[in-house]
Nanobody
C-alpha cells in the first residue's frame, strides 16, 4: 500500500528558508515520480517541482526555479524540497504526490506531468507554509 506523507511546513519570515520533506512508501521499484504542488487561498493547485526517483531528472516551475532545490534520499524514498528567499506569495498549502512512471524520463515528460495533477495517484495530506511580510 503506497503512502505519501509531507512534513516541514510552518511560519517563516520574508526572505527566509524552509525545507519540506516527502516520504513515499510502498513502491516496489524506484520507477516513480514525486511532485510538489501548492494551493494558495482562492487559487488552483499548481505543480512547482517534479522529480524522477530512478534517474534524478527534475523539473522546476518558473515560480520557484532558482530559489528551490530538490534532493533525494533514495534509500528512504524521501524527497526534500529546499526553498530559499521565500516571499509572502509563496504562502500556500504544499502537497506532495507520487505516481508510477517509466524508469527513464525526459525533462519535457516531467514538465507535462507537473501540469497534470490527475496523473498523480497518491497524495499527502498537505502542510501549511506561511511567509510573513
Amino acid at each position: 500500500q503506497v503512502q505519501v506523507v509531507e512534513s516541514g511546513g510552518g511560519l517563516v519570515q520574508n526572505g527566509g528558508s524552509l525545507r519540506l520533506s516527502c516520504a513515499a512508501s510502498g513502491f516496489t521499484s524506484d520507477s516513480f515520480a514525486v511532485g510538489w504542488f501548492r494551493q494558495a487561498p482562492g487559487k488552483e493547485r499548481e505543480g512547482i517541482s517534479c522529480t524522477s526517483i530512478s534517474d534524478g531528472e527534475t523539473y522546476y516551475a518558473d515560480s520557484v526555479r532558482g530559489r528551490s532545490t530538490i534532493s533525494r534520499d533514495n534509500a528512504k524514498n524521501t524527497v526534500h524540497l529546499e526553498m530559499n528567499n521565500l516571499k509572502p506569495e509563496d504562502t500556500a498549502v504544499y502537497y506532495c504526490a507520487a505516481t508510477r512512471i517509466p524508469k527513464e524520463v525526459s525533462l519535457v515528460t516531467l514538465y507535462n506531468l507537473c501540469k497534470q495533477l490527475r496523473r498523480f495517484d497518491y497524495w499527502g495530506q498537505g502542510t501549511q507554509v506561511t511567509v510573513s511580510s
